[in-house]
């Protein structure tokens, strides 16, 4: 079987799980695609995945109530042991990365690290991946058992399956944790997340200051109800948190719709926003890198254009 290890929050599926689904979908890997739900009061998520993978695994135990490094690979292990899984996916999240080496450790398996593609080539399974800056895109593959993390925003959104899957409780023989988390603090934001977000408008140097970065990407943000992102060169700058970068180095999106405002269009941050459904991008540079690969492009000065944006935009 394909064993996938759901993400979820505040009790509900993330946008990051149904994207492993459609990951395992295109890999040709053959197998019930599995999804492993850990936590604790986890129903509502189980019965969410059950709409898009062929059988769900649920572990709603006291123990996995808080994110643990050490609980979550050794309960991945178990299970993938036990189901004789030939593909482990674990989303590319700042916790995936930590625990996904500790399973193919734990299994003797090749790890396959930040894919953006899957496929199979004969009995291996091949991944794409960036590599020096995003410059290159390298294809690596392995035979045999792999585990592989999916980088977020590399896949479209699994759609429901056609009949929903069984679930199942499992048992899990879980180690006691050498490290206990004491405290956690989450940002809060009245805006929707970057990498749930149907439309996204990223500003980069080019709107000029940080008052300008508030009074035109945050206003035409709010009124669209969409996400703000922001490019390295912006973040470095110390303009915007570096929760909100989109490229190679921050987040990878997907959205509906992009808005990019006086964004250049380095390859690092393309990488990070080029599979976007649609791309508007609004620059005075008309040789603007950005420009090739948006759907929609405006030639001009972001101070006369981005107000009449939100003007029409508030009605």
Same mark, same amino acid.
């Given at each position: 079987?394909?064993?996938?290890?759901?993400?979820?929050?505040?009790?509900?599926?993330?946008?990051?799980?149904?994207?492993?689904?459609?990951?395992?979908?295109?890999?040709?890997? $053959?197998?019930?695609?599995?999804?492993?739900?850990?936590?604790?009061?986890?129903?509502?998520?189980?019965?969410?995945?059950?709409?898009?993978?062929?059988?769900?695994?649920?572990?709603?135990?006291?123990?996995?109530?808080?994110?643990?490094?050490?609980?979550?690979?050794?309960?991945?292990?178990?299970?993938?042991? $036990?189901?004789?899984?030939?593909?482990?996916?674990?989303?590319?999240?700042?916790?995936?990365? $930590?625990?996904?080496?500790?399973?193919?450790?734990? !299994?003797?398996?090749?790890?396959?690290?930040?894919?953006?593609?899957?496929?199979?080539?004969?009995?291996?399974?091949?991944?794409?991946?960036?590599? =020096?800056?995003?410059?290159?895109?390298?294809?690596?593959?392995?035979?045999?058992?792999?585990?592989?993390? @999916?980088?977020?925003?590399?896949?479209?959104?699994?759609?429901?399956?056609?009949?929903?899957?069984?679930? =199942?409780?499992?048992?899990?023989?879980?180690?006691?944790?050498?490290?206990?988390?004491?405290?956690?603090?989450?940002?809060?934001?009245?805006?929707?997340?970057?990498?749930?977000?149907?439309?996204?408008?990223?500003?980069?140097?080019? &709107?000029?200051?940080?008052?300008?970065?508030?009074?035109?990407? $945050?206003? !035409?943000?709010?009124?669209?109800?969409?996400? &703000?992102?922001a490019t390295r060169a912006v973040v470095d700058a110390?303009?915007?948190?570096?929760?909100?970068?989109?490229?190679?180095?921050?987040?990878? @999106?997907?959205?509906?719709?992009?808005?990019?405002?006086?964004?250049?269009?380095?390859?690092?941050?393309?990488?990070?926003?080029?599979?976007?459904?649609?791309?508007?991008?609004?620059?005075?540079?008309?040789?603007?890198?950005?420009?090739?690969?948006?759907?929609?492009?405006?030639?001009?000065?972001?101070?006369?254009?981005?107000?009449?944006?939100?003007?029409?935009?508030?009605?």
């Amino acid at each position: 079987m394909i064993l996938i290890v759901a993400e979820h929050t505040a009790g509900k599926l993330a946008k990051a799980t149904l994207e492993m689904v459609t990951a395992a979908r295109e890999s040709g890997r $053959e197998g019930p695609i599995t999804l492993l739900v850990l936590g604790q009061n986890v129903a509502a998520v189980a019965t969410e995945a059950a709409a898009v993978a062929d059988q769900v695994l649920v572990a709603d135990l006291p123990g996995l109530a808080t994110y643990n490094a050490e609980v979550w690979a050794a309960a991945t292990a178990q299970i993938a042991q $036990e189901g004789e899984a030939h593909t482990v996916i674990i989303g590319g999240s700042r916790s995936g990365r $930590e625990y996904a080496p500790r399973v193919a450790v734990k !299994l003797d398996a090749a790890y396959l690290e930040d894919a953006t593609k899957l496929s199979s080539n004969g009995a291996a399974l091949q991944a794409q991946r960036y590599t =020096y800056l995003a410059r290159v895109t390298e294809t690596v593959e392995a035979d045999g058992l792999v585990v592989v993390t @999916v980088k977020p925003g590399s896949f479209a959104p699994a759609a429901p399956a056609a009949a929903a899957g069984e679930q =199942y409780d499992v048992e899990l023989s879980l180690p006691a944790p050498r490290v206990e988390v004491t405290g956690k603090s989450v940002e809060k934001s009245s805006r929707v997340a970057l990498t749930e977000a149907d439309v996204i408008v990223t500003g980069g140097r080019g &709107v000029g200051s940080p008052e300008n970065f508030s009074r035109y990407v $945050e206003a !035409l943000a709010d009124n669209l109800g969409a996400g &703000v992102g922001a490019t390295r060169a912006v973040v470095d700058a110390g303009w915007r948190p570096y929760a909100e970068q989109v490229g190679q180095t921050g987040k990878t @999106v997907q959205p509906k719709a992009y808005i990019a405002l006086g964004v250049s269009g380095a390859v690092q941050h393309l990488s990070g926003m080029g599979k976007s459904k649609n791309i508007i991008a609004i620059n005075k540079d008309a040789e603007a890198p950005i420009f090739k690969v948006a759907d929609y492009g405006i030639v001009g000065d972001i101070n006369e254009i981005v107000p009449a944006l939100i003007e029409a935009s508030r009605k």
